[in-house]
T-cell receptor, first 113, second 113 residues
């Protein structure tokens, strides 16, 4: 099946710093999705990308769909304590959607006071 | 918040006992999913449903069965629980597969001793 490689696995940053994480795949994707999971809760969709080269922002978050269609990055500017959590990239299974999403293993973001 | 309720939220059981986790939705969404989340593995799809009585296997379906007799309920059953099934289980729903957006429940933490 499809495999998504997320990096870094974890990040320890100071409040106010910018954050960058990325996701790569050996397969060509038609969508890139970024989810965030707060501690003790289920993941929530942050940004969805549907076209190669697409750059989308959601507040302090910016994500891009790589031109090769095999990678994506997520940036967070001026991090704040509520940004703590696990960030997942995801794509739909090759079956076209009804069979759910494939998730990366996640990037743990930890903000040090 | 999407109307998704998982029960029980926490369960401790012994190896060899049957366990059923319930996902209940009030959104009348067609698609429902069961994922498990484990450290180092991210979220992995167990089973999914694309309608009443229509279900199929995901990436890690061995040892699990599901049933969906009503639109609102999706049950995940471990016929004979093993320690390797200790995990956090998430139900997710969506009304459309076009966007890639899944709405997740709060999770059910299962410990098999």
């Amino acid at each position: 099946g499809q495999q998504l490689n997320q990096s870094p696995q974890s990040m320890f940053i100071q409040e106010g710093e910018d954050v960058s994480m990325n996701c790569t795949s050996s397969s060509i994707f038609n969508t890139w999705l970024w989810y965030k999971q707060d501690p003790g809760e289920g993941p929530v969709l942050l940004i969805a990308l549907y076209k190669a080269g697409e750059l989308t922002s959601n507040g302090r978050l910016t994500a891009q769909f790589g031109i090769t269609r095999k990678d994506s990055f997520l940036n967070i500017s001026a991090s704040i304590p509520s940004d703590v959590g696990i960030y997942f990239c995801a794509d739909q299974y090759s079956g076209g959607g009804a069979d759910g999403l494939t998730f990366g293993k996640g990037t743990h973001l930890i903000i040090q006071p | 918040d999407a109307g998704i309720t998982q029960s029980p939220r926490h369960k401790v059981t012994e190896t060899g006992t049957p366990v059923t986790l319930r996902c209940h939705q009030t959104e009348n969404h067609r698609y429902m999913y069961w994922y498990r989340q484990d450290p180092g593995h991210g979220l992995r799809l167990i089973h999914y449903s694309y309608g009443v009585k229509d279900t199929d296997k995901g990436e890690v379906s061995d040892g699990y069965s599901v049933s969906r007799s009503k639109t609102e309920d999706f049950l995940l059953t471990l016929e004979s629980a093993t320690s390797s099934q200790t995990s956090v289980y998430f139900c997710a729903i969506t009304g459309t597969t076009r966007t890639g957006e899944l709405f997740f429940g709060e999770g059910s933490r299962l410990t098999v001793l």
